[in-house]
């Protein structure tokens, strides 16, 4: 059982450039988030897909692309990447309870644009 | 504009004292907040949370307050241990709405 997995873990890109962020769950949870960790920041939701098929946007959604293709995989696209999007990258996959929900991430994606 | 705010970027103290986080939040619909616990390159990791009908949980060494009337929160660690350093992030959300993330505050607990 690995909870959730993010790949890869450190990536540098140049300007211009396109990547995916991978995340996988293996929780069986309906819910999956990606954020956006910046020094002096808290994390800022991306995109967020409440179940399979489903996404929708966050916070910070500008420059980045996302699919839930099965309930597992969510993932991150950036499509031209921008010094702006150096950032470390959590994904979240979520537990729905009745009044609240609890986020399990994964170790994270630390990435370099330049 | 910060809904929620964190603002103590680092702590420091003694292992075997009580170590107190705090995190203010400005938005008078936040009905459940959560504290996550984050250590070097890894994700946070969920530590407890508290409802809006309450005032306080315990968990363990850990207890979180609730002061509605001043919109704060704090999180106590009693007693630290060397273990608990990390970057303790407070979390908060209003019914049909995402959680805003604090900025974080570093602990670093001394032996």
């Known amino acids: 059982n690995a909870g959730v997995t993010q790949t890869p873990k450190f990536q540098v890109l140049k300007t211009g450039q396109s990547m995916t962020l991978q995340c996988a769950q293996d929780?069986?949870?309906?819910?999956m988030y990606w954020y956006r960790q910046d020094p002096g920041m808290g994390l800022r939701l991306i995109y967020y897909?409440?179940?399979?098929?489903?996404?929708d946007k966050g916070e910070v959604p500008n420059g980045y692309n996302v699919s839930r293709l099965n309930k597992r995989e969510f993932s991150l696209r950036l499509e031209s990447a921008a010094p702006s999007q150096t950032s470390v990258y959590f994904c979240?996959?979520?537990?729905?309870?009745?009044?609240?929900?609890?986020?399990?991430f994964g170790p994270g994606t630390r990435l370099l644009v330049l | 504009d910060q809904q929620v705010k964190q603002n103590s970027p680092s702590l420091s103290v003694q292992e075997g004292r009580i170590s107190i986080l705090n995190c203010d939040y400005t938005?008078?619909?936040?009905?459940?907040f959560l504290w996550y616990k984050k250590y070097p390159a890894e994700g946070p990791t969920f530590l407890i949370s508290i409802s809006s009908i309450k005032d306080k949980n315990e968990d363990g060494r850990f207890t979180v307050f609730l002061n509605k009337s001043a919109k704060h929160l704090s999180l106590h660690i009693v007693p630290s241990q060397p273990g608990d350093s990390a970057v303790y992030f407070c979390?908060?959300?209003?019914?049909?709405?995402?959680?805003?993330f604090g900025t974080g505050t570093r602990l670093k607990v001394l032996a």
């Open positions: 979390a908060a959300s209003a019914a049909g709405y995402k959680y805003i």
């Open positions: 938005n008078s619909m936040f009905d459940y």
């Open positions: 929780m069986n949870h309906n819910s």
């Open positions: 897909s409440a179940s399979e098929g489903t996404t």
């Open positions: 979240a996959s979520v537990l729905q309870g009745a009044y609240q929900e609890t986020q399990y």
